[in-house]
């Protein structure tokens, strides 16, 4: 007791009664939360995936057991199961022989090892005192050099000894391996008959539900071995830029999507379900395997987040988001800048590592994409990288204005500007007026000024053009030009009203078009209300007359057809357009606009004076060079003036990584998190920004409205959104090598001629194009489909060809491939295509026929003879009937290549599905393609394989010239004068 | 219901908000006698607890509000104001006892014991459990959300200080950088630490009173309270994106533009008084509002000392008063700054951008 004790009987503040209560409420209260905390962690989404998807995996696995057990070969595993008794019995009698005897061996070995090192140790002392000896020389080094010589003798003995020991003993290991191997080879032969069973035996061990995994997984255990855990993979060549570092990216949304990359859970919802693209994304065959690409890479999103909304998933549409909100918490998150990217616009990211490819099998949007913003002329106005880059300073998407007025009258031009879907509803034109923002009153008076400006300007600027003439008088039947336009291949790229096309849905059969993709060429519904008689039929003779640069090619008419068509599209009119007014400008309204654009270039009082000084003309002139550079027509059409006008619109190269903030949402009632709506939005409406807003003229968006659908502007934005901040090495990106560049520059050219739009291209399974073969019930009445066209044609007869189109091929086609005017360049590009794609062994090798003896080629004779080819085959005489006609076989050794032939005769439908040639020599098994084809009897002991090969060899020597397209005529001859001497020398 | 909103959003405009404060404060420490009355505050609590369950109807009030970050506000918001009214509670109960010659709560108290063991450390424990307790379960319920990874290159929309530094960035609105950033936030320490060695006074000490002390909890409430919580409050939740003001019901809008002019003393002076352009020598362009920072500084103290605060200067002396006047003064420089700036656009009354030095 020390001093300073209280009393007892001093009253405290606290009473520790209470204190205990208090202490066991809260410590009661602890260990509650603590469980909470524990079963919330427990509960984690993710954690319930992915017990869920063990589950479910040890169901399929079950089932994937019993199939596997069934299948097994029971029998054969008894047998080897038996043996395996056997041998092992046998094996234990003849092993302890041999055990006995390597023990016996190692015993005696290890005596000898023992003396041998000690004796060595012993020599090594000798060998180091005789050296220093000699270097110290001393004298007398004879004992020394006695005592080495002496252990250098024992040290051999012993070491001879010690390797018999260890020979004897490796014989005898030797001998045991032997007599165990049988044992082992047993051994894999059953392992590899158990091989399915046994990986499904450990997957499902690894998953099912069994005590082990029960303690693995429990909670507050699960941090130590858990089979529930975060699945991540490390992407080396993605990386994650932190501003002074990049950094790979590590994406972890397989924790939850646990079977995206493997096969099996097609049918399961999400988050369980395979990829719907296995074969080309994720799966680990494909060309993009999860482990080595990741999945943000195209999904984008927060990659180390597990948790539905920080991962920022995006919705595909409001009723996704709906159905989102109810199960997930759904919400857009103001925090992430990087959200998913909806899925209908993912495939735009594979511009990221394709970035110069313009087809890509089977990204339909993608795909899709690429021909809008080439089409619709987005390149015009805006900057893109990769191949727009490229084509803008190549083509502009619109007409060549600069012989306008020939083609054309003001008023039209004038009404056409104002409303351009008034006279075409089709047409790529987009609306300048009358949109959203600029369809109040005051724009409207002020739109009319601009019409009249603009118009004025263009049709002041066109220059004279005389159309060409028909040679002959010739009189136009409308009836006749009807059949010609539904016949000669109008339709490949213009809709007709007259030619109804029912087009297939599936994308794999040839004459599907995709729905998103606007006809190539305009629609030919009112031509009446536009053009005259003169300029069309000079227009239809010769495109390139009137613009050297049109993707309209000749068709190879008569003066009769020419006027015969001529004379029917123009029968076709718009008589609602014809009907409405021409806009006109008022007069206040164009001082004031002539006023403002003054006052950028000089004091008000001055603009005031100018203006006092302008005739009408000067007026317009002067506005409508405002208001084409404020418009940028020259963005698509050429106008004299403008050609090194700049580029108006937002740079897009890497749009896709625009920080949200910087995108202005204004009063649009879109997420103001999200860029893909936002970039979607501007597509649909641009002009919607400024509803709303008070804006100036200068200020107002002037991106024109396209009208585009929603399936269109979707698939704009995903192209739009996969331009991006290049993020992935150059490791991981597409390699683009010889045979890639030739096929790109291809696609390229295809896309600019439309090729596609009569014939199918590439190959079967995934064909590009022959969106014309929708017209012909008979696929063998169309264009022909170019599948294999590589292996299948010479390259000089295609190159002689594309040049020059004037040769018959297949007579019974009235359909007509028609000149292009194609250069020299461009006619090697679509030859190098076709050869890369199909992986033509080289362009200039000759693989034709064998030489044939005159005996063989009697049996050849006689094969045709009897296999009735030449019933279609033959020489067409002049005035037949074309319709049963096939190309004839003279022409064959000028045109195709012989080892495309073999296949071509084996099965023709597989090559070209739809074609009227038979199968000469069919299958045994018709349902096996790889069964043994059935040759004619009496030729080559009824061998078919050597039948078609001598077939194809006399083909080559078919009798008769082959006719080649006519050679293209030389440039007329300059003389040349040498600007200066140097160059002269210089040639 | 709008029109209500729309009173609410004008009458947090910062002026008047800051203003209602003030005069709020003036009442409170008037008439603690009524509003320190059990009922009544109990009254106020849940009336507050009922208007702001209704505000929260509003989608632009609850989405500022049931913000997880803004927990510690309401926190704050509810633990002072339940702290102050026991601090005032308490001293209005201590000062009617002592008046009546009576002994004071604590004094009551203190005739009892309090061990270490078990009282002590014991209830210590207690509230260590328990406050681990709360803090599970609040990081349970409300949990921390993953950011995409900071970006250097980019500035976010509403650059905001930690909470308990929005009273600072509030100042910021007023105040040069140097001035708001460093010299008064160091003032504010060593005014803390300086504090007990001015205060002589041993009344108050170890008990709750008002009346003993109550110039001293005047000042130091003021500083507190108004000066330091309620900037918080508003800089929480009325302070959106560019720091620009919004009302309570005010939808955060990044756009919104709000008129800058600010001018300094020297140009009020010199353009706009005289109308013959700013001087070029700094000194003589400067002069007004030096010379009025000097008065400010160097007559008020003596002139207070000699009339309102004689008594206090007799009990502390030269040195302490003068170290007390001149933080007091530098704190009531910021209503004052406050208030020039609401009535003349005041930005600087001494401008020397040459030299970064502004006041």
């Known amino acids: ?987 | 219901m709008e029109w209500l909103k729309d009173v609410v959003n004008f009458l947090s405009n910062p002026t008047i908000f800051f203003t209602g404060a003030v005069v709020l404060w003036v009442l409170i420490m008037k008439y603690y006698r009524i509003w320190t009355a059990p009922k009544f505050i109990k009254t106020v609590t849940i009336l507050s607890v009922i208007a702001l369950g209704a505000a929260l109807f509003d989608p632009n009030f609850a989405k500022e509000a049931l913000k997880p970050d803004n927990v510690p506000i309401w926190i704050m918001i509810y633990s002072v104001g339940f702290f102050f009214w026991l601090a005032m509670r308490r001293g209005l109960l201590n000062d009617d006892l002592m008046a009546e010659g009576l002994p004071n709560l604590e004094k009551q108290e203190s005739d009892k014991r309090v061990y270490t063991w078990p009282d002590l450390v014991y209830s210590e424990l207690i509230c260590m459990v328990l406050f681990t307790a709360f803090l599970v379960g609040w990081s349970v319920i409300l949990k921390a959300p993953l950011e995409d990874p900071a970006n250097a290159g980019v500035t976010p929309a509403i650059a905001k200080a930690p909470w308990y530094f929005l009273g600072l960035q509030e100042i910021l609105v007023y105040y040069d950088p140097w001035m708001a950033g460093v010299i008064l936030p160091g003032l504010i320490v060593v005014g803390l630490i300086a504090m007990p060695y001015f205060d002589m006074n041993p009344k108050g000490n170890g008990y709750y009173t008002i009346k003993e002390r109550f110039w001293a909890l005047w000042v130091w409430g003021f500083g507190f309270v108004v000066l330091w919580i309620a900037l918080i409050f508003l800089g929480t939740f009325m302070r959106g994106p560019g720091w620009n003001f919004f009302g309570p019901f005010e939808y955060w809008d990044s756009h919104k533009v709000v008129a800058l002019a600010n001018i300094n003393l020297s140009e009020i002076v010199w353009v706009q008084l005289f109308n013959i352009g700013l001087p070029s020598n700094i000194l003589v362009r400067e002069s007004v509002g030096i010379i009025l920072t000097v008065l400010y500084m160097s007559v008020i103290p003596p002139l207070l000392a000699k009339t309102f605060l004689k008594k206090l200067y007799e009990e502390m002396g030269l040195v302490r008063y003068s170290l007390m006047i001149v933080l007091v003064l530098i704190m009531a420089s910021l209503p004052i700054k406050m208030y020039l700036r609401w009535s003349f656009n005041l930005k600087y009354i001494v401008s020397i951008p040459e030299y970064m030095f502004n006041l």
């Open chain 1, 1 to 987: 007791m020390a001093a300073g004790q209280p009393p007892n009987n001093k009253e405290t503040v606290y009473n520790s009664r209470v204190l205990s209560k208090w202490f066991a409420i809260a410590s009661i209260l602890l260990l509650v939360v603590t469980i909470w905390a524990a079963i919330q962690d427990y509960a984690r989404p993710w954690k319930v995936y992915q017990r869920q998807t063990q589950k479910i995996a040890t169901a399929v696995n079950e089932r994937k057991l019993l199939e596997a057990d069934k299948a097994m070969n029971k029998q054969q595993l008894e047998k080897i199961e038996k043996d395996i008794v056997g041998i092992v019995r046998k094996q234990s009698e003849v092993t302890k022989e041999i055990d006995a005897k390597i023990a016996a061996i190692e015993a005696q070995r290890y005596g000898v090892t023992k003396r041998y090192q000690t004796e060595k140790g012993k020599l090594d002392e000798a060998h180091y005192k005789l050296e220093v000896a000699i270097k110290k020389r001393v004298d007398n080094i004879k004992d020394l050099m006695a005592q080495y010589k002496k252990d250098e003798k024992e040290v051999a003995k012993l070491a001879r000894a010690e390797e018999r020991v260890r020979l004897a003993s490796e014989k005898a290991q030797a001998d045991r391996k032997d007599i165990l191997s049988k044992e082992s080879e047993l051994d894999s032969q059953m392992k590899a008959l158990t091989r399915t069973r046994d990986q499904l035996n450990k997957a499902i061990g690894n998953t099912e539900l069994n005590l082990v995994n029960i303690a693995r997984n429990a909670p507050l255990l699960d941090f130590i071995s858990p089979t529930v855990k975060i699945n991540q993979v490390i992407l080396n060549g993605l990386y994650d830029d932190y501003f002074f570092n990049k950094v790979p990216r590590v994406d972890r949304c397989m924790t939850c999507h646990v079977n995206a990359n493997m096969a099996g859970y097609e049918d399961f919802p999400q988050p369980f379900a395979t990829h719907s693209k296995l074969h080309l994304i994720a799966g680990p065959e494909s060309p993009h395997p999860a482990e080595k690409v990741g999945c943000t890479v195209c999904h984008a999103g927060v990659p180390q987040s597990a948790d539905f909304n920080n991962a920022a998933h995006t919705p595909r549409d409001p009723v996704q988001a709906a159905e989102w909100e109810a199960k997930y918490h759904f919400h857009y998150s103001h925090h992430i800048k990087t959200a998913m990217i909806p899925l209908q616009m993912t495939e735009g990211k594979c511009i990221q590592c394709h970035a110069k490819e313009v087809v890509l099998e089977d990204a339909p949007t993608f795909n899709a994409g690429m021909r809008l913003v080439e089409r619709y002329g987005c390149y015009g106005c805006h900057k893109f990288a990769g191949h727009f880059e490229k084509l803008a300073t190549e083509k502009k998407s619109g007409p060549s204005l600069t012989l306008v007025a020939s083609k054309v009258d003001a008023d039209w031009l004038k009404k056409w500007l104002w409303d351009p879907k008034s006279y075409r509803p089709s047409t790529l034109m987009p609306a300048f007026w009358q949109v959203h923002n600029n369809s109040d009153e005051a724009s409207l008076e002020r739109g009319r000024v601009e019409v009249d400006a603009i118009s004025h300007l263009i049709m002041a600027k066109s220059k004279k053009y005389e159309p060409l003439q028909l040679a002959s008088k010739v009189v136009g039947d409308a009836a006749r030009g009807k059949t010609l336009v539904a016949q000669v291949g109008c339709i490949g790229c213009h809709a007709v009203e007259d030619v109804v096309v029912t087009r297939p849905t599936n994308p794999k059969e040839p004459g599907y078009k995709d729905p998103r993709v606007p006809m190539f060429g305009p629609e030919l519904n009112q031509l009446g209300s536009k053009v005259s008689y003169e300029w069309l039929v000079s227009w239809l003779k010769e495109p390139k007359h009137y613009w050297e640069q049109t993707a309209m090619p000749s068709m190879k008419l008569t003066d009769q057809e020419t006027a015969d068509i001529a004379v029917y599209l123009l029968e076709k009119r718009n008589p609602e357009f014809e009907a409405l007014p021409v806009p006109v400008a008022n007069e206040a309204v164009r001082d004031d606009m002539v006023v403002e654009f003054l006052v950028g270039q000089m004091p008000t009082r001055d603009a005031r004076v100018k203006l006092a000084s302008m005739s009408l003309e000067e007026k317009q002139s002067f506005l409508g060079d405002k208001l084409i550079s404020h418009y940028g027509c020259y963005a698509c059409h050429a106008i004299e003036g403008y050609e090194n006008a700049p580029n108006l619109g937002a740079e897009l190269t890497v749009e896709g990584s625009k920080e949200v903030t910087k995108f202005a949402f204004d009063n649009v009632e879109i997420p103001h998190t999200s860029r893909d709506a936002w970039i979607y939005t501007k597509i649909r409406t641009p002009r919607i920004w400024d509803v709303g807003k008070k804006r100036d003229f200068q200020a107002k968006t002037r991106m024109p409205h396209f009208g585009f659908t929603s399936e269109q502007a979707t698939a704009l934005a995903a192209i739009v959104i996969g331009y991006e901040n290049k993020n992935v090495s150059d490791e991981m990106t597409a390699k683009v090598d010889a045979r890639k560049e030739q096929i790109i520059a291809g696609h390229r050219l295809i896309n600019q001629k439309n090729c596609i739009g009569c014939h199918a291209l590439e190959n079967k399974e995934h064909p590009l194009g022959g969106e014309i073969l929708a017209h012909y019930a008979d696929k063998s009445e169309g264009p022909p489909l170019l599948y294999t066209e590589g292996r299948k044609v010479q390259a000089d007869w295609l190159f002689k060809y594309l040049k020059n189109t004037n040769i018959m091929i297949r007579p019974w086609v009235k359909v007509r491939m028609p000149v292009y005017g194609l250069s020299d360049n461009q006619t090697t590009t679509i030859v190098k295509y076709f050869s890369a794609y199909d992986q033509s062994p080289s362009l200039f090798a000759s693989r034709q026929g064998n030489a044939l003896s005159d005996s063989e080629i009697r049996q050849a004779e006689g094969l045709v003879k009897e296999l009735g080819c030449l019933t279609c085959h033959a020489v067409l005489a002049p005035g037949a009937d074309p319709s049963g006609a096939a190309p004839h076989f003279a022409n064959i050794k000028a045109r195709l290549n012989g080892d495309w032939l073999i296949p071509w005769l084996e099965n023709p439908n597989s090559i070209m599905p739809g074609t009227r040639m038979p199968a000469l020599w069919p299958n045994e098994d018709p349902l096996d393609e790889k069964s043994a084809r059935i040759g004619v009897p009496g030729y080559l002991n009824g061998d078919a394989k050597k039948q078609i090969e001598l077939i194809r060899d006399y083909l080559f020597q078919y009798p008769g010239k082959a006719e080649l397209p006519p050679p293209e005529p030389l440039p007329p001859k300059t003389v040349a004068v040498p600007a200066t001497p140097a160059a002269a020398a210089g040639r």
